[in-house]
């Protein structure tokens, strides 16, 4: 791999990582919010939340992504392209949710952590196998260049 294609891809990997940032602030917030005003913080209505949360992040992530870190305005088919997003997305969200809900539902909170403590920690678990998946996913296949661009 050329010098060039490797600064590249480390650069692409930089603003993945900070619109990830982004996204999981958002997520993050969200999710928070949800949890504050219904003062659940596990069960049923804690996957709902986290489904919610994570659904509108990554609304944001699309035009980030699209945008900035892949630089994929030019592409030919947009119905493809965001039929591609969204299949990643479904995946990234059975990750992301998957895991958040079975570190706070099916384990539990551990060594003496609390339930809101522990919810988020269960949420950065989930964040951050999806976000790995999400990467692959988006530069691989979503927002691939075609080899004339």
Known sequence: MP???????FIQGFKFILVGLLNTAIDFGVLNLLMFLTKTEQGFLYSLFKGISFSIAVINSYFWNKYWTFNAEKTQNKTS????????????????VGVASLIVNVIGAQLGIGEKIWANLGAMAG?????IWNFIGYKLWAFRKSKSQ
């Open 3 to 9: 010098i060039f294609k490797k600064i590249q891809l």
């Open 81 to 96: 392209e965001a039929g591609k997003f969204l299949i990643i997305s479904i995946g990234g969200f059975l990750i992301n």
């Open 127 to 131: 964040t951050g196998f999806g976000m």
